[in-house]
């Protein structure tokens, strides 16, 4: 849940079944609304370069929450979270290659945003925590990285 931009409870690492891990890092620092400092980092932390899901296959970047997708209250329903990261210098406007979706989805959640996405016969574990990331991504057991 994050609740006033705050990911100190989806902070931690993720990995894909491949081991390409990324780790999302809490901004304890920032404030909501606060847009001179960013709710948090994404890194990529272990697997090869080829591997790594983040635009342009930099190292860390920060990450914001998506189409101002910024909860003061606990939703009634499990809801996944949407977020994005951009590179430094990024003109998403012109240019979507420098910026990627990032979704936390909790179990309970289930991958029904993703329908079009989803590989057939081979869903994410929906007992887990995981995140998909990247807007276009086929979701699915092999794609997504589950919480450690």
Not at 25 to 42: F, L, M, Q
Not at 52 to 66: H, T, V, W
Not at 72 to 84: E, G, H, N, R, Y
Request: aromatic share 8%.
């Amino acid at each position: 849940m994050a609740i006033k931009e705050n990911l100190s409870k989806i902070a931690g690492e993720y990995c894909r079944n491949d081991g390409a891990c990324v780790k999302i890092n809490a901004n304890i620092g920032h404030t909501a609304g606060d847009y001179s400092t960013k709710p948090g980092e994404i890194s990529f932390t272990s697997g090869d370069q080829a591997s790594n899901p983040l635009p342009d296959q930099s190292a860390e970047l920060g990450l914001s929450f998506a189409f101002q997708q910024q909860p003061t209250t606990v939703p009634d329903t499990v809801t996944p979270i949407d977020m994005q990261t951009m590179t430094d210098g990024c003109n998403a406007a012109s240019d979507s290659s420098c910026q990627a979706g990032v979704t936390y989805v909790m179990p309970g959640a289930g991958a029904s945003r993703f329908s079009d996405r989803v590989e057939s016969g081979n869903p994410p574990d929906g007992n887990k925590s995981y995140l998909v990331i990247g807007w276009q991504t086929k979701v699915s057991n092999d794609t997504v990285f589950y919480r450690k």
